[in-house]
């Protein structure tokens, strides 16, 4: 049976994977390898997790720490050598996936937030909101109990730049 798509075998696995991780860019644990790479139905999960210790032996990939993995200046060279050979849909996906991946990651070194206990029972719910020049805003609430510092610590990462705008618009609004 002939297997249609770009993935027909280990070769094509390895030369997408350099072209994904060479537009990323920050260290990808092997799943987020595998969900980037994943714009082809003929690709495993098996594949990746055979092609990527393969690929930091041959020196094309670095082993970080446990789990993540960039590309070396080798990998780098090669993949401009190979990447023409990535069927050109399978690269608008993939680079769309990886523009996504690079803008959560870097939102995500800009909004940070931790929870923490109080001597009171309740909880502590700190962000802060930074930009390239520094830090704009810290902001601590108090929730009740764990369940909600969870719930308003996920609220606030995702509405940070929203809670953000409407304290400067309110503060600086000027009565009319």
């Known amino acids: 049976m002939q297997r249609h798509g770009f993935i027909h075998d280990m070769m094509d696995v390895k030369v997408l994977i350099l072209y994904v991780a060479s537009r990323a860019n920050y260290p990808m644990t092997t799943q987020e390898i595998y969900e980037l790479c994943y714009q082809d139905e003929c690709l495993s999960y098996f594949d990746i997790c055979t092609a990527v210790p393969e690929m930091v032996t041959s020196g094309h990939l670095k082993m970080l720490d446990d789990e993540h993995?960039?590309?070396?200046?080798?990998?780098?060279?090669?993949?401009?050598?190979?990447e023409d050979s990535v069927a050109f849909s399978v690269r608008q996906r993939a680079e769309n996936a990886v523009a996504r991946f690079n803008r959560q990651l870097r939102r995500k070194s800009f909004v940070k937030t931790q929870i923490a206990d109080r001597e009171t029972g309740d909880c502590a719910v700190a962000i802060q909101l930074d930009d390239e020049l520094g830090t704009l805003m810290r902001l601590e609430?108090?929730?009740?109990?764990?369940?909600?510092?969870?719930r308003l610590s996920q609220a606030l990462e995702k509405k940070a730049e929203l809670v953000y705008n409407l304290?400067?618009?309110?503060i600086l609004e000027e009565d009319v």
């Open 69 to 82: 993995y960039e590309i070396t200046e080798k990998g780098r060279q090669d993949g401009l050598l190979t």
């Open 141 to 150: 609430l108090a929730a009740p109990d764990q369940r909600q510092a969870v």
């Open 167 to 170: 304290i400067m618009t309110e």
